[in-house]
């Protein structure tokens, strides 16, 4: 690799910057954005597809960057995922954990009912659409993965040398699209609906979003929220930095021990993605930062600014480079799966919800509801209208159920690939059935016993 190769990379990078600052922009300026809080990554990302050799052809970009963006996602994403055990701190004893069971699984039976019809709407069109061996598991990963997830998918694929990779990866990234702008709106439509009906606990009816959740910045510096704690002082290293180098160097040692494998030729371990063996690390090596008793240098929120910054970045890549004209091959199944899953995940959290949650089940209902059709900060979004000052309890339960769920999502991604790729469609879509009725018999069961009848 020469200079100018490095050159390239970071003139192409920087292009990319561009976009994102330039969605930033746009969405404290254009009031629809703002009202449907549309990500500033997901605006620049268009603009780029819309303006670059993909679409209309006005921007002068190198085919050779395209192929650099399509590959930033699931090279991006390796160290977001290799992240998600960092500084988690679970304790069976705790009874905040204890009632957040019941959430958890609700979460994850929602998130592979997601899968389920994936699945199901492939086996409905496959006679009238060519499609490749994985179309539809794309459900899942673009509501409840996101963006981000996207490029996961790209990761997994490619790694396993499958042509149809960039293909998958366009169409998670528009099934992604689809589930935050649709989640939102519906999650807005369904907060106005409880707030008349009585079923929120604090909110009597929706009053004014914060200008500053719309434009996406707070000017006043006194209201501007902390990144984290400084776990490190910079006379030695700075704080964020030592937390990208346990992430970078779990991921180095991951590479290391999938290239062991490889050339020991061990059967089934040679074919398990890269991420799946940051996570088993990361769980080792922060095991053992525990043990140490030296957790107190890591903090959750600065580890989530290190995985945000490089989803931001991965975002803008995948759909700036997102091969339209394959995937709008696809777009009659894109669309009735995309509508369906609105319609299944809206059903079964408003059902097991109210059901199984004793008080505050639509706050709770809600936040997993942005958490299932978008990320995180979109359930976030969504409580916070319904408890403007964070009040209930809501927040600390949801982000602990959130976790879970990622845990579990994560470690069932491999197991979906395998059963595709060997199994194919039809033994995918039992699997997914199964772990569908397993996390729901357990709601139903811990719910029992740890919430009570309902």
């Known amino acids: 690799?020469?200079?100018?190769?490095?050159?390239?990379?970071?003139?192409?990078?920087?292009?990319?910057?561009m976009f994102l600052l330039l969605g930033v922009y746009i969405r404290a300026k254009v009031p629809l954005f703002q009202k449907t809080f549309i990500p500033a990554s997901v605006i620049g990302g268009f603009i780029l597809l819309i303006l670059g050799p993909i679409g209309l052809g006005w921007l002068p970009i190198p085919k050779e960057w395209l192929k650099l963006y399509a590959l930033i996602p699931g090279i991006l994403i390796v160290p977001v995922v290799a992240s998600v055990p960092l500084g988690l701190k679970l304790n069976a004893q705790d009874k905040t954990l204890r009632g957040v069971i019941p959430l958890f699984c609700i979460g994850t039976a929602v998130a592979m009912a997601q899968f389920a019809l994936g699945f199901g709407t492939h086996i409905a069109f496959k006679d009238s659409f060519d499609f490749y061996p994985t179309f539809g598991w794309e459900l899942g990963l673009g509501y409840v993965g996101g963006h981000g997830t996207a490029g996961l998918l790209g990761n997994m694929l490619q790694g396993m040398n499958l042509g149809f990779w960039e293909t998958a990866q366009g169409v998670a990234v528009t099934t992604a699209t689809f589930g935050l702008v649709g989640g939102i709106i519906i999650g807005m439509i369904l907060i106005n609906i409880a707030a008349r009906k009585g079923f929120t606990e604090t909110l009597q009816k929706p009053g004014d979003i914060p200008h500053s959740f719309k434009v996406g910045y707070e000017k006043d510096i006194t209201k501007q929220p902390s990144m984290g704690r400084e776990t490190t002082l910079s006379s030695s290293i700075d704080a964020y930095a030592f937390h990208v180098a346990i992430i970078m160097a779990v991921c180095a040692m991951a590479y290391a021990a999938l290239g062991a494998v490889k050339g020991a030729n061990i059967p089934v371990l040679k074919d398990i993605s890269i991420w799946a063996y940051c996570i088993v690390i990361m769980f080792i090596v922060w095991w053992g930062i525990c043990?140490?008793?030296?957790?107190?240098?890591?903090?959750?929120?600065?580890?989530?600014?290190?995985?945000?910054?490089?989803?931001?970045?991965?975002?803008?890549?995948?759909?700036?480079?997102?091969?339209?004209?394959?995937?709008?091959?696809?777009i009659v199944p894109i669309l009735v799966m995309c509508v369906l899953g609105y319609i299944l995940t809206m059903g079964m959290l408003w059902v097991l919800c109210k059901?199984?949650?004793?008080s505050y089940w639509f706050e709770q209902m809600i936040s997993v509801f942005g958490m299932s059709t978008g990320v995180f900060l979109t359930g976030v979004l969504l409580l916070r209208i319904c408890d403007p000052d964070f009040?209930?309890?809501?927040?600390?339960?949801?982000?602990?159920?959130?976790?879970?769920?990622?845990?579990?999502?994560?470690?069932?991604?491999?197991?979906?690939?395998?059963?595709?790729?060997?199994?194919?469609?039809?033994?995918?879509?039992?699997?997914?059935?199964?772990t569908t009725v397993v996390p729901l018999i357990a709601a139903f069961v811990t719910s029992r016993l740890f919430v009570g009848k309902a």
């Open 1 to 17: 690799m020469t200079g100018k190769v490095l050159a390239d990379m970071l003139y192409a990078l920087g292009v990319l910057s």
């Open 291 to 330: 043990k140490l008793k030296i957790d107190y240098l890591v903090d959750g929120k600065v580890k989530s600014k290190v995985s945000g910054s490089l989803t931001e970045f991965a975002v803008v890549a995948a759909i700036g480079s997102m091969p339209v004209h394959a995937v709008m091959t696809y």
């Open 355 to 358: 059901k199984l949650l004793r």
């Open 391 to 434: 009040e209930s309890p809501v927040l600390a339960n949801y982000s602990l159920a959130y976790t879970l769920c990622s845990v579990t999502y994560f470690a069932l991604l491999a197991l979906f690939l395998t059963t595709l790729l060997e199994g194919g469609i039809v033994s995918a879509f039992y699997l997914a059935i199964g």
